[in-house]
């Protein structure tokens, strides 16, 4: 039986452990056994890691991001990229993103995510595993919606299937499930794309339509929310995560921690923001980054890291720790990590992120101390990446 022992200072997904130990059976994908080394007996002939002045923690997880093909946070681009030269841009994305840490990401709509997830699955790609949306959901004139296009050409072309009425929202999930989503997407509200404002969309009848169809296939929904009004809407509704979240109220807050709902803030896609004359959505913004923050904190939302990164110059894939340092600034270093790690697996449906035995073996071992300098999950600073009990990058 092949083992591999990690020793050190360990962020176990909760908290950190000082002497710590970890053994990881390479055969199973495995953790066989993790706590303090007093508590935790090393195999003999195990092959041991023990970086000095570093530490051991779970794989991150990025639990909003998209691959969108292009170097530009442009609307018209995401919309007419082909769907081929999406996927085969995501080859190098994936692979700086292993290499930056990353052990799983959720792709909230894009053309290509469900084939990048399986070529991923399949070997024929190395990278974090994805949990794709295939195709979000959005309404007929919504964000998505190009209107310089003719309407059936910008249906072809989305990243989205447009859905009006319940029924055709039930229909729309069920053609994401076909396309291999393995979580839906929903906006129930714009986001400023093209100059708009960010009204509400999709009435609450659609978005319970979404969530029993969703929930009945036994999958999750995340809603992408900016206003009080869009928030209710989605909590109403029963989705299992709010997406962005601008607008919070302690009320509204209240009502997702009562129904366990997860908080999604994605700091660092308004931190890359370029300033806008849009007078709205620079108020948004401000609110987002100043007031919603201490709001989320104070009524213990489970927070859940997340960038909205697209690949764009701007947003890059393989910078996407600029999450938990974004986090780390409201919440503290080891609650950002916590949202990185263990918190993210759960609002994925996963089962890793803790360092214990039976989770996966999906491990990241980086120089320095990200429980005190979260800056220190830089991709220079991560030493080696494994998951599933498999090496991907080593010093």
């Known amino acids: 039986m092949a083992q591999i022992v990690f020793r050190g200072r360990l962020f176990d997904g909760e908290r950190v452990v000082d002497d710590g130990m970890v053994v990881v059976d ?30 051991v ?47 799983a990401v959720r792709d909230l709509g894009s053309k290509a995510g469900t084939h990048i ?13 994805v949990l794709s949306a295939a195709k979000s959901l959005a309404q007929t004139g919504g964000d998505d919606d190009l209107p310089i296009l003719p309407l059936d050409v910008s249906q072809r072309l989305s990243y989205s299937y447009y859905c009006d009425g319940p029924w055709e929202c039930r229909k729309a999930v069920r053609m994401c499930l076909r396309d291999g989503a393995e ?73 997702a921690r009562k129904q366990g709902i997860y ?22 913004i401000k609110r987002h980054l100043t007031e919603d923050m ?16 697209v690949g764009s110059e701007d947003e890059p894939h393989g910078q996407n720790y600029r999450e938990v340092v974004n986090l780390a600034r409201f919440f503290g270093a080891e609650a950002a990590l916590v949202a990185a790690t263990s918190t993210a697996n759960e609002c994925l449906g996963l089962e890793g992120g803790r360092l214990r ?21 830089a991709p220079q600073n991560v030493l080696l990446v494994m998951k599933g009990g498999k090496i991907f990058k080593s010093f």
Not at 205 to 211: G, P, Q, R, S, Y
Not at 263 to 284: D, G
Not at 359 to 368: F, I, K, N, Q, Y
């Open 183 to 255: 979580v839906i997407k929903v906006y129930a509200s714009g986001s400023f794309a093209q100059g708009r404002k960010a009204r509400v969309q999709m009435t609450v009848e659609e978005l319970k339509a979404i969530a029993d169809e969703a929930h009945r296939a036994g999958v999750k929904v995340a809603a992408h929310a900016y206003s009080e009004a869009a928030l209710s809407n989605v909590i109403e509704a029963g989705v299992d995560s709010i997406e962005h979240g601008i607008g919070l109220t302690h009320e509204i807050a209240a009502r």
């Open 57 to 103: 923690l779970p794989g991150l997880v990025d639990a909003h991001m998209h691959f969108f093909g292009t170097g530009t946070h442009n609307l018209a681009d995401w919309v007419t990229i082909p769907e081929s030269l999406t996927a085969l841009r995501a080859v190098p994305e994936m692979r700086r993103m292993l290499n930056g840490g990353f052990t």
């Open 263 to 284: 908080y999604v803030p994605t700091l660092s896609a308004f931190y890359a923001a370029k300033p806008s004359s849009n007078a709205e959505r620079e108020t948004f």
């Open 117 to 129: 997830s399986r070529a991923e699955r399949e070997g024929a790609i190395e990278g974090p595993r």
């Open 357 to 377: 035995a039976g989770s996966p073996a999906d491990l990241v071992v980086v120089r320095g101390d990200p429980s005190k300098r979260p800056e220190d999950l």
């Open 294 to 309: 201490k709001i989320a904190k104070e009524q213990g939302l489970k927070l859940v890291s997340g960038t909205d990164f």
């Open 26 to 55: 390479e055969e199973s994908g495995k953790i066989e056994d993790a706590g303090k080394q007093e508590d935790v007996e090393a195999p003999r002939g195990a092959k041991v890691v023990a970086p000095e002045g570093g530490m």
